[in-house]
């Protein structure tokens, strides 16, 4: 009774109150904000399930396509943790130095980006998760010999075209403690772009929608009682 967890709700997580099950938390690490806690769980859980697919391990050279946003930079430092020798993340030029803060070699995305990404990557690139749409993918599958390490989770219809395995939605609360874990490691650290009071969450949805930005948007949820 009464310890502090984190989780995730797949929908209806804007409220105070929410039932889930106990797949679905893990207990907060004390040195954990609640900020960062709300932030953790659903884009943490989501890039840690598509790693675990494309099977990113020790000596890999992995590419993450919008890597500064919320999941990118779950997916970031999850390939690092995993054991990645080199990931290589795509942002514009204003979130490079995020991007090596992290431990990932920036690249601006757009036209050229497969010639970019060959001349920093000579030996191949192993794996490639698109967070960024179409044109991401497409990339991500010219430049990754073997379809099965690539995944997205943006272009469901074109993944199928292209002969891309679908993400398996798996998550439990041993992927969550695994992440908590890393946090209190100082391992996985989590920008928060902003903090809102739930009553915004309009002027939190605009500003995702720009579809630029740095890390994570919370909404803040004030207790009543
Ligand atoms: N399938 C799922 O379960 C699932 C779960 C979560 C998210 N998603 C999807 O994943 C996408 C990203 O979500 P998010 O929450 O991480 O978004 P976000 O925090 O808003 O970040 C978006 C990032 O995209 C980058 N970006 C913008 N235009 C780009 C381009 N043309 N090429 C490459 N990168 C570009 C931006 O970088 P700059 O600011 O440097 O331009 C920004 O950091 C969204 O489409 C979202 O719907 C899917």
């Known amino acids: 009774m009464g310890d502090n967890v984190l ?57 993450i396509h919008a890597a500064a946003g919320a999941l990118g930079t779950f997916a970031v430092q999850l390939a690092r943790a995993r054991g990645a020798s080199t990931v290589i993340g795509t942002a514009s030029e204003a979130n490079h130095a995020y991007l090596r803060s992290m431990g990932a ?73 695994e992440l908590a874990g890393l946090h209190a490691q100082g391992k996985l650290k989590l920008h928060l772009r902003q903090a809102l009071p739930l009553a915004q969450a309009a002027a939190a949805h605009r500003s995702i929608e720009t579809g630029h930005g740095r890390g994570k948007i919370v909404l803040r949820v004030e207790s009543t009682s």
Request: glycine letters at 10%; charged letters at 20%; proline letters at 6%.
């Open 7 to 63: 989780g995730y709700c797949t929908l209806g997580a804007y409220a105070e109150y929410v039932v889930v099950s106990p797949e679905q938390v893990t207990a907060k690490p004390e040195s954990m904000p609640w900020d960062i806690a709300g932030g953790f769980s659903a884009n943490g859980v989501g890039a840690h399930m598509c790693l675990r697919e494309m099977k990113v391990g020790p000596g890999d050279t992995v590419l």
């Open 105 to 177: 070699i920036p690249v601006t995305y757009g036209d050229g980006l497969v010639k970019r990404v060959r001349a920093l990557a000579p030996d191949g690139v192993d794996a490639a998760l698109d967070i960024a749409g179409d044109h991401a993918l497409r990339a991500s599958v010219e430049l990754v010999k073997d379809k099965n390490r690539v995944r997205t989770m943006v272009s469901d219809e074109l993944a199928a075209e292209l002969g891309v395995p679908a993400v398996t939605p798996k998550r439990s609360n041993a992927q969550l403690a």
